[in-house]
C-alpha cells in the first residue's frame, strides 16, 4: 500500500452525549478533494459518522501510519480529540497533527497549548492546507524545519520555541466554484446512517451533504458563523454538476442541502429547482433543505415540492416574540405560523428546531414555545437545551450573566445541545430545564399521529439505546 501523506479523521461519537446518526463529514470531503487534487496520498476515517471506537480508530490510525494527520474537532467532542491527540503522539511522534473545525477556530490557544497540536487551521480551510501540506513535504515532513515559514501561511496557529502565535486570518473564498467536489469516493459510506431517510422508509441508502453557499448574514447570538457574515454563493450550474456527481458516481438516493439558508436567494434556489427537473433528478432523488420562516413563500416551495424536497427544516427556536427579539432573530411568532401553514399547504413536511433556555427565558416563555410546537404541528421536533458555544455572545452573556444566563460548566463534552449540563438560567435552573425538554419531547410524540415518526427516529435501536436511555434517566 502506498504511503499515506495526509489522513483526515472526525472524533468518536460519545453515545451518552450525541445521538447516533449523522451524515458524512462535508468539511473533511472537501479538505481531502483539495489535497488529493494537489497530489498528496489522501485517507479519510470519519469515526463519527462511521460508528467507529476510540480502539478501532486508533487501529486504523498505527496502521496507516500517516506523516500528518488532520482532526475536525467540534466543542462537544474536544476532550476525545485531546485524547486521540495524545494517543498519537504517544505512539508516533513524528506524525504531524493538525486540528480544524469550529472549536479550533474558536479556542486555536487552548487546541495548541493544551491539547498539543502541531498546527491549528483556522476557518475555511481549502487554501490554507495545501499551503501547510506543501510546506512540509518541501522539509520533508519535519515539523521543526518547517516552523519558521509556517509563520507566512495565513489562517494557522502554531507553537514556536514555547510561544502560542498566530498567523494574519485567511480571506474567505470568493469562488465556490473552483472547488472540486467534496471526495465521497475516500469515506466508506456504506457504514454511514443515513440522517433524514428514516424520516420516510427503511431502506439502506447512500444520503449525501451538499453546501451549495457559505456564509450568513444574520446575527443569531447563539451562532459562531465561522463560514463569516458575507455570503458566496455556489452557480446553479455548479450545483447540478455535483448533484449528477452525487447520483451516477455514488449512487446517492437522498441529498441534504447543508446551508444555513437555501432559499436566501429565492432566485438562485428556483434555478437550481429548475436544473434538478431539466436533469429528471426529481424521479431519481428525494431532499432535505434548512431555511428561515421568513425566507420562504407559496411560490418558492411549490418550486421546491416539484424538484423532489421531501422536508424542510425551520430553526423556530421560541414562542415568545420577546425571547425571540432577544435572541437577534429578525422574525416574530406570527411568521412562523405562516410558514407553516404554507409548508402544508404545498405538501412538504417540515422539522421545527425550537432552543429551550434562551435570554430572558423563564417558566412562561417555554410553555408558550411548546404550546406554539403544538400548534404548528410539524411532522418532526427537536428541543435542544441553550449552549454556549465559544465565539458567540451567548457565551458572552453566560460569562456575565446578562438576561439571566448562567455558565455552570466549561467541562467541552457537557456542550450537547439534547444531553449536557453546560447552561442554566437564575429563572430556570438546569434541572427545570432538563424536565421542560422531555415533557415537550412526550407531549409531542406521545400522540396517535406522531408514534410512528417517533419510531422511524429511533430506528437504528442498537446504536441509539445508550442515548436514549440515559436521555430518560437523567
Request: charged content about 25%; hydrophobic content about 40%.
Amino acid at each position: 500500500m502506498k504511503e499515506i501523506d495526509f489522513l483526515l479523521l472526525s472524533p468518536p461519537l460519545n453515545p451518552l452525549v450525541e445521538a447516533p446518526f449523522f451524515l458524512p463529514n462535508i468539511g473533511l470531503g472537501y479538505i481531502a478533494s483539495v489535497t488529493k487534487k494537489e497530489g498528496f496520498n489522501v485517507a479519510v476515517r470519519d469515526a463519527t459518522c462511521e460508528g467507529l471506537t476510540f480502539s478501532a480508530l486508533f487501529k486504523e490510525i498505527l496502521k496507516l501510519n500517516p506523516k500528518v494527520i488532520g482532526i475536525t474537532i467540534p466543542t462537544v467532542q474536544a476532550k476525545i480529540a485531546q485524547k486521540l491527540n495524545f494517543f498519537i503522539k504517544n505512539s508516533l511522534p513524528e506524525t504531524i497533527t493538525i486540528a480544524g473545525g469550529w472549536h479550533s477556530t474558536a479556542r486555536p490557544k487552548e487546541v495548541i497549548e493544551k491539547m498539543k497540536f502541531d498546527i491549528v487551521v483556522r476557518g475555511e480551510g481549502e487554501k490554507t492546507i495545501v499551503e501547510v501540506l506543501n510546506l512540509l513535504q518541501n522539509n520533508n515532513w519535519d515539523l521543526s524545519r518547517s516552523l519558521y515559514s509556517l509563520k507566512k501561511i495565513k489562517g494557522i496557529s502554531i507553537n514556536i520555541n514555547n510561544s502560542f502565535f498566530s498567523t494574519a486570518p485567511r480571506e474567505f473564498i470568493k469562488n465556490l466554484d473552483a472547488l472540486p467536489f467534496p471526495a465521497w469516493e475516500l469515506f466508506n459510506l456504506k457504514k454511514v446512517k443515513p440522517l433524514f431517510s428514516l424520516f420516510g422508509s427503511f431502506r439502506k441508502i447512500i444520503q449525501l451533504p451538499i453546501l451549495t453557499s457559505r456564509g450568513c448574514p444574520f446575527k443569531c447570538v447563539f451562532c459562531s458563523r465561522v463560514m463569516g457574515d458575507y455570503v458566496r454563493f455556489r452557480s446553479p450550474e455548479n450545483v447540478i454538476s455535483e448533484i449528477l456527481h452525487d447520483v451516477y458516481t455514488f449512487k446517492a438516493k437522498e441529498l441534504v442541502f447543508v446551508d444555513e439558508n437555501f432559499t436566501l436567494s429565492k432566485k438562485r434556489a428556483e434555478k437550481i429547482c429548475k436544473g434538478m427537473i431539466n436533469h429528471n433528478l426529481n424521479n431519481e432523488i428525494e431532499w432535505v433543505a434548512e431555511t428561515r420562516v421568513d425566507l420562504i413563500d407559496k411560490d418558492i416551495l411549490s418550486k421546491m415540492k416539484a424538484a423532489g424536497c421531501k422536508i424542510i427544516l425551520f430553526g423556530v427556536e421560541s414562542g415568545d416574540d420577546n425571547i425571540l427579539s432577544l435572541s437577534q432573530k429578525g422574525y416574530k411568532v406570527e411568521i412562523i405560523k405562516k410558514a407553516f401553514q404554507i409548508s402544508k399547504k404545498i405538501g412538504i413536511k417540515t422539522y421545527a428546531s425550537f432552543i429551550l433556555g434562551l435570554p430572558g427565558e423563564n417558566l412562561s416563555t417555554t410553555i408558550k414555545t411548546i404550546k406554539l410546537c403544538m400548534e404548528i404541528d410539524p411532522d418532526y421536533v427537536s428541543f435542544n437545551i441553550l449552549v454556549p458555544f465559544p465565539g458567540t455572545e451567548i457565551e458572552k452573556y453566560a460569562k456575565k450573566r446578562k438576561y439571566f444566563l448562567k455558565l455552570i460548566s466549561e467541562e467541552w463534552e457537557t456542550y450537547g445541545k439534547q444531553i449536557g449540563s453546560s447552561l442554566e438560567l437564575e429563572t430556570l435552573p438546569r434541572k427545570k430545564l432538563e424536565k421542560l425538554q422531555n415533557y415537550a419531547y412526550l407531549k409531542f410524540y406521545m400522540r396517535p399521529s406522531k408514534i410512528i415518526n417517533l419510531l422511524r427516529v429511533v430506528r437504528d435501536m442498537k446504536s441509539f439505546i445508550p442515548y436514549f436511555l440515559h436521555k430518560i434517566t437523567h
